[in-house]
């Protein structure tokens, strides 16, 4: 069944490597509880207790205001094939954007995408795994092109201008900084 661990073992860090979806949960103080499903080819696992993923331009921007509000992420993977397992990583984590050198430092470890917008990197300071027997098996069809696509369609000026417009404020009014000098 389930075990609490210190860090990403080898094993799990395989587990991670097969999956084409996670889920990223934070929260602020106060305000809603966010969490956000995640694709593409945007996580890393950088050492037994860090991670980093990238962040792309999306409808909103929760992750980040609350991350600047309350720096707590878990990140859950489910097995959907093969055999079940849930695990969830437990940590602190802190957002880049292009300005930041961190943001160049890890950009390079993921595939060119012009709607890139922050990445997270956390250290992990719990791995908990659970049976996930519950979870339904579901065959992984093909990734989804619409966002890159829509991104690279729209070009680096008018990215930055639906940041202004949809990114730079959480739903619960925090600001989320991309645009900051």
Known sequence: MGKKLDFITTELQEFIANQKL???GTASIDGRVNVSPKGTDSFRVISKNKIVWLNLTGSGNETAAHLLKNNRMTIMFCAFEGKPLILRLYGEAKIYHKRDSEFHKYYNMFPENVGARQIIEMEVDLVQTSCGFA??????????TTLNSWAAKQGEDKIQEYWKNKNSISIDGFETKILDD
Do not use: I
């Not at 979870?135 to 989804?144: G, H, I, L, N, S």
């Open 135 to 144: 979870v339904p098996f579901m065959d992984f069809k093909e990734e989804r």
């Open 22 to 24: 996670f889920f990223v």
